[in-house]
């Protein structure tokens, strides 16, 4: 059976143009997600923590300016349940404004790890 170059060369040519499409919608969308967070970011009102609790049920603590609140949030209603005492939470890089890096969460991953061998 003889090869058929030109029916080779479209195969080719579909693989790359798949791989781009992807590709390209991967990067697109990435950028659109960046593009909504920065706009959802507030100086004054930050979500620190959000959990999801169950079907279209979430508790998120949001800082407030100094103030801390947990509101419970639904598909229909959003819920004031306590404000928090702001020493009493644990704080993390990203409230600081700052990302945290994969090597910080590897190399806490890894100290959870060790940790519980240890404990064995």
């Keep these: 059976m003889?090869?058929?170059?030109?029916?080779?060369?479209k195969i080719v040519l579909l693989v790359f143009l798949f791989i781009g499409i992807v590709l390209g919608a991967?990067?697109?969308?990435?950028?659109?997600?960046?593009a909504q967070f920065q706009k959802n970011q507030g100086k004054n009102i930050k979500v620190i923590e959000s959990i999801g609790i169950g079907p279209q049920k979430i508790?998120?603590?949001?800082?407030?300016g100094t103030q801390v609140?947990?509101?419970?949030?639904?598909?229909?209603?959003?819920?004031?349940?306590?404000?928090?005492?702001?020493?009493?939470i644990a704080t993390s890089n990203i409230e600081?404004?700052?990302?945290?890096?994969?090597q910080s969460y590897l190399?806490?991953?890894i100290q959870k790890g060790s940790q519980k061998?240890?404990?064995?």
């Design 2 to 9: 003889p090869l058929d170059w030109a029916m080779f060369f």
């Design 26 to 34: 991967y990067y697109v969308t990435k950028w659109i997600s960046m």
């Design 59 to 64: 508790l998120q603590l949001v800082q407030v």
């Design 69 to 88: 609140f947990l509101i419970g949030i639904t598909k229909d209603h959003i819920t004031f349940m306590t404000e928090i005492d702001p020493s009493t």
């Design 96 to 102: 600081a404004g700052q990302h945290a890096s994969f």
């Design 107 to 109: 190399s806490q991953w």
């Design 117 to 120: 061998k240890d404990q064995e």
